[in-house]
């Protein structure tokens, strides 16, 4: 009996065994998925920013703010996770992998850490725990990031003199901008390295080219009180402007004494470099951003066309006291009359009534487009500070297209347009106005039709010489155009004077806001400019 009761407990222990191995068996064919899966899917989700799928990855539920909270502090735009080898042991594996942040401004950081998995449910999963975000981390620990600036960048004119001082004179100001404390938006805008109540560019080329003169900071990646990192900064990189001192100098001593509104650019030519930008009055900045009427300094313009379409300096033309076209009344500045005259004379004496038929009869609206875009109107201005390009809106009449002739109707331009104009006609091509040499332009060069060029040089040389211009006071070799636009409304028009010209590489425009007659008024303004050159 005993001997039977042995076998019979000895058989019992044997079933057990079998069912315990077949049951394991059973359990192991049933785990869900593979330890890489889940690990390849929670990285996914992590490179992604969904931490709600991450949170689905774990094993018991966790908080998961410690990403939210490293991504933010550390200005992270991109995440990449990528896993080494995993290795697997009784219902745990431990997954290895290197993280690469990108941090805005910063550049990037790289670390390494391990994701570990453990069954649960019959599934892999997570075995999420604060060293799986990093292996230093510990619950309650948050990164920062100290950040140590270069000192900034200069801003300079052509000469590489610095103009960022403040001691450059207003209208420099103007352009360069100040230094300013950052605000949370600032913040927000610029990046995790920046913080508030730093010292930021606010407005013109401090702000354009912030990014640019404040260079990257040297950035200490932390967690609680250990550095983990040190990312390497870069030294800011200077703003050399194409300002001539000279000539900003002298557009400022021209125009400081006058008792309205007056602005003033001067540009080179043969580069299309900006030399020059005065305004005797603070706050808007009126050279250019301005937005007025050019006047008869677009008869230069229409005059392009003129001649382009076979007419020559030589012809014969008449400038009576009015004329009427499209049903639009004409008359000239002063109620003047010339009779028969030379297209050249009628030029230098600003004659609306020959210009308007002639524009009607000769241009057309499409033409008298084109040669105005030819010039820079509508097209695009990238000098580094806000600038409104001229706009010049096809006529749809032809008593539009007769005042347009003249630099009237719905024309706007400002004296950095005008500059321009004259320095296409200077040298023979139009350049986008280029304050900031290394900043590309969106607009391309036009060259003025053949032969437009030296025509045209001998009608604005005869401005001066017997002109509307001939009491300004101008140098020898001073080429011109005198422009009175009229402004408002009702019978007894205000108007603004204009004079734009050029002499030698120094091509300029000046506009006297309500100050009469342009070549009373602004002429004089340029001969002292050049006068002082």
Known sequence: MARGRTIAIVSCAAVLAVGAAGGGAYYLLHTRGTPAETAQRFTAAWQAGDWTGMAGLLARPQQLGGYDQQRDALGVQSTSVKLGTITEGDDRASAPYTATLTLKDAGTWSYQGTIDLVVADRTWKVDWKPATLHPSMTAGAAFA???????????????????????????????????????????????????????????????????????????????????????????????????????????????????????????????????????????????????????????????????????????????????????????NSDKEAFGSLSFLDSFAHSCNTTFAPLAQQKLGADKLLEAAEDVGF?????????????????????????????????????????????????????????????????????????????????MMAAVVTKGTAKSAGLPTGTHGKTGTAEYGTGDDLKTHAWFMGFKDDVAFAVVVEGGGGGGSVAAPVAADFLKAL
């Not at 950040?147 to 001082?165: C, F, L, S, V």
């Not at 008593?399 to 320095?423: K, M």
Request: charged residues 20%; glycine residues 12%; aromatic residues 4%.
């Open 145 to 331: 990031l100290e950040t140590h600036w270069p000192e900034r960048a200069a801003i300079t004119d052509a000469d590489g003199n610095r103009i960022d001082t403040g001691t450059a004179g207003g209208s420099v100001q103007q352009l360069v901008g100040y230094l300013d404390k950052a605000g949370k938006k600032d913040v927000a805008k610029l990046g995790a390295s920046y913080k508030t109540g730093q010292a930021i560019g606010r407005g013109g080329l401090q702000e354009t080219f912030q990014k640019r003169l404040a260079g990257t900071p040297s950035t200490e990646i932390k967690l609680g009180d250990k550095t983990l990192a040190t990312i390497d900064g870069k030294e800011g990189q200077p703003v050399q402007t194409t300002l001539d001192p000279r000539a900003q100098a002298a557009a400022v001593g021209a125009v400081k004494d006058m008792d309205k509104p007056t602005s003033m650019v001067a540009i080179k030519p043969s580069t299309g470099e900006i030399l020059a930008v005065v305004n005797n009055r603070g706050g808007f900045n009126r050279a250019l951003d301005g937005r007025y009427p050019p006047g008869s300094t677009f008869k230069a313009i229409t005059a392009i066309g003129l001649l382009a379409s076979g007419m020559s300096p030589q012809d014969t033309v008449t400038c009576p006291m009015y004329a009427t076209v499209g049903g639009l009344k004409i008359r």
């Open 378 to 458: 509508n097209q695009p201005l990238n000098i580094g500070v806000p600038a409104t390009k001229g706009s010049f809106p096809r006529a749809e009449s032809d008593a539009e297209l007769a005042a347009e002739a003249f630099g009237q109707a719905r024309i706007t331009a400002s004296p950095l347009t005008i500059a321009s104009v004259a320095a296409a006609i200077a040298d023979g091509t139009w350049r986008p106005p280029t304050l900031v040499p290394s900043l590309k332009q969106k607009a391309k060069e036009h060259a003025l039709p053949d032969g437009v060029k030296e025509q045209l040089h001998a």
